[in-house]
T-cell receptor, first 110, second 117 residues
Framework: ELKVEQNPLFLSMQEGKNYTIYCNYS?????LYWYRQDPGKSLESLFV?????AVKQEGRLMASLDTKARLSTLHITAAVHDLSATYFC??????????FGTGTSLTVIP | GAVVSQHPSWVICKSGTSVKIECRSL??????MFWYRQFPKQSLMLMAT?????????EQGVEKDKFLINHASLTLSTLTVTSAHPEDSSFYIC?????????????FGNGTRLTVT
């Protein structure tokens, strides 16, 4: 069974600070996705990482993938309140299904 | 961009009744759609993979007779929660990929919040 774990589960950080969210997965995969979910809303695609060493950046968020370590990171630079949300990583399974991580609930404090 | 429409957004029903949730891909064809369930402050749990023109594939532990899935066309999949009970109350989200297999991300519907009284 494919397992996807995120760390930390909850994160409270001050505006302007940097932090990294980690996503570990249990099986070989070279396709990893990051999503954002606002309270009561559906999921919004943030990044698609397709190969070892892939790095994508959008605004204050940067995602990377290390397929050998089965690890992806989502780095937050100079956090702002608008980034408060829950972030999920997801791995593509053998049957073309997406398996989601446990989620990281981020709260940015003024 | 790819848009997935889900209806209704929320529904309240009495125990024992059935509820149908529709998921439509608006600007692309989806031979495969995925149904997820999410409890408050938890991750998404894959319930089943809906395949156009064939039977759905259910994840282990998901009752196929309780959660009926029909994928009658390339743009529509439905999930029917039969004989609903309060423990079925949850947030149900459908998703699909534009381009089937490959690298495209999943696009999600807005979700349906089901409350069974």
């Amino acid at each position: 069974e494919l397992k996807v774990e995120q760390n930390p589960l909850f994160l409270s950080m001050q505006e302007g600070k940097n932090y990294t969210i980690y996503c570990n997965y249990s099986t070989t995969s070279d396709r990893l996705y990051w999503y954002r979910q606002d309270p009561g809303k559906s999921l919004e695609s943030l990044f698609v990482l397709l190969s070892n060493g892939a790095v994508k950046q959008e605004g204050r968020l940067m995602a990377s993938l290390d397929t050998k370590a089965r690890l992806s990171t989502l780095h937050i630079t100079a956090a702002v309140h608008d980034l408060s949300a829950t972030y999920f990583c997801a791995v593509l399974g053998n049957g073309n299904q997406f398996y989601f991580g446990t989620g990281t609930s981020l709260t940015v404090i003024p | 961009g790819a848009v997935v429409s889900q209806h209704p957004s929320w529904v309240i029903c009495k125990s024992g009744t059935s509820v149908k949730i529709e998921c439509r891909s608006l600007d692309f064809q989806a031979t495969t759609m995925f149904w997820y369930r999410q409890f408050p402050k938890q991750s998404l749990m894959l319930m089943a993979t809906s395949n156009e023109g064939s039977k759905a594939t259910y994840e282990q532990g998901v009752e196929k007779d309780k959660f009926l899935i029909n994928h009658a066309s390339l743009t529509l999949s439905t999930l029917t929660v039969t004989s609903a009970h309060p423990e079925d109350s949850s947030f149900y989200i459908c998703s699909a990929r534009d381009g089937g297999q490959g690298v495209a991300p999943l696009h999600f519907g807005n979700g349906t919040r089901l409350t069974v009284t």
